[in-house]
């Protein structure tokens, strides 16, 4: 079986196959590995050193992730409800939800500083509120979160409509309450695609740059910083921020999807 095994592997449909595969991989590290070799341990040093570098990162991870929890609270119960049931304009509700993958972030940013202005309805709402939606956090939360919802969804709804809705039928029998039924078992038995979900907004709205730009230029996120400093210094300069940021990204990526699996492996063994 093995020998067997092992022909199959090397047959010529095989080997043109993964040389075709082999391209992909080189084509996404490539560019990745030439920017970091380039890049001196001297120059991240002096780099991380500076304060606005470091607070710009940090503004930038703890924003996304902010945008990821507050819109999951609306996320997660739409997508359970088109795992779940069917009902009319269903194909129009995810037609609307794949829109920000479709249209080009420039003009996203265009159409949320149109309902964020100042002059607009939500930013005289803001007003009364004391803050303005542009040039604030929640300005850039909501921009990250429009371009990058659709991950989230896309994830939550194949982790629902995976869960068996016999057992939620039974659990609701039994008299649990629909809400308890959501919490106790639909979250949990979905909660390895919700977690992709959550790590995949996240990243995405951590790297939005585009529908960024429109609303906050200042409070810098650090897309917004590479392209400042290489329109100003040129590539030398923006590099070492580019490499210690996807440096970071990477490592907390890592982290998140490790402990996801410690704790989706913890509720498979209860």
Do not use: C, Q
């Given at each position: 079986?093995?020998?067997?095994?092992?022909?199959?592997?090397?047959?010529?449909?095989?080997?043109?196959?993964?040389?075709?595969?082999?391209?992909?991989?080189?084509?996404?590290?490539?560019?990745?590995?030439?920017?970091f070799l380039r890049t001196g341990t001297g120059e991240l040093a002096?780099?991380?050193?500076?304060?606005?570098?470091?607070?710009?990162?940090?503004?930038?991870?703890?924003?996304?992730?902010?945008?990821?929890?507050?819109?999951?609270?609306?996320?997660?119960?739409?997508?359970?409800?088109?795992?779940?049931?069917?009902?009319?304009?269903?194909?129009?509700?995810?037609?609307?939800?794949?829109?920000?993958?479709?249209?080009?972030?420039?003009?996203?940013?265009?159409?949320?500083?149109?309902?964020?202005?100042?002059?607009?309805?939500?930013?005289?709402?803001?007003?009364?509120?004391?803050?303005?939606?542009?040039?604030?956090?929640?300005?850039?939360?909501?921009?990250?979160?429009?371009?990058?919802?659709?991950?989230?969804?896309?994830?939550?709804?194949?982790?629902?409509?995976?869960?068996?809705?016999?057992?939620?039928?039974?659990?609701?029998?039994?008299?649990?309450?629909?809400?308890?039924?959501?919490?106790?078992?639909?979250?949990?038995?979905?909660?390895?695609?919700?977690?992709?979900?959550?790590?995949?907004?996240?990243?995405?709205?951590?790297?939005?740059?585009?529908?960024?730009?429109?609303?906050?230029?200042?409070?810098?996120?650090?897309?917004?910083?590479?392209?400042?400093?290489?329109?100003?210094?040129?590539?030398?300069?923006?590099?070492?921020?580019?490499?210690?940021?996807?440096?970071?990204?990477?490592?907390?990526?890592?982290?998140?999807?490790?402990?996801?699996?410690?704790?989706?492996?913890?509720?498979?063994?209860?």
């Amino acid at each position: 079986m093995g020998s067997r095994r092992a022909r199959e592997l090397l047959s010529p449909f095989h080997l043109v196959m993964a040389f075709l595969g082999g391209l992909v991989l080189l084509f996404i590290l490539a560019p990745l590995g030439t920017m970091f070799l380039r890049t001196g341990t001297g120059e991240l040093a002096k780099t991380l050193s500076e304060p606005a570098v470091r607070e710009s990162i940090l503004f930038t991870i703890v924003t996304a992730m902010g945008s990821v929890l507050l819109f999951a609270l609306f996320a997660l119960p739409l997508a359970w409800l088109i795992a779940r049931r069917d009902f009319r304009g269903k194909a129009l509700v995810t037609a609307i939800i794949d829109l920000p993958i479709v249209i080009p972030h420039s003009a996203a940013g265009i159409a949320l500083l149109t309902i964020l202005a100042r002059d607009s309805f939500m930013g005289k709402a803001a007003d009364a509120a004391g803050f303005h939606f542009v040039g604030h956090r929640a300005g850039i939360m909501m921009a990250m979160a429009f371009v990058s919802l659709p991950h989230l969804m896309h994830s939550a709804i194949l982790g629902f409509a995976s869960v068996p809705e016999r057992l939620e039928k039974a659990a609701l029998n039994l008299g649990a309450s629909p809400l308890r039924v959501f919490l106790t078992i639909s979250l949990p038995l979905a909660w390895r695609h919700i977690l992709t979900g959550f790590v995949m907004m996240w990243a995405r709205g951590m790297s939005e740059f585009g529908a960024v730009i429109f609303i906050a230029y200042h409070p810098m996120v650090t897309p917004v910083m590479i392209f400042e400093r290489f329109g100003a210094y040129g590539l030398r300069y923006a590099r070492p921020v580019a490499v210690l940021f996807v440096s970071i990204a990477l490592v907390f990526f890592i982290v998140i999807r490790i402990l996801g699996g410690r704790r989706v492996t913890d509720v498979d063994h209860r």
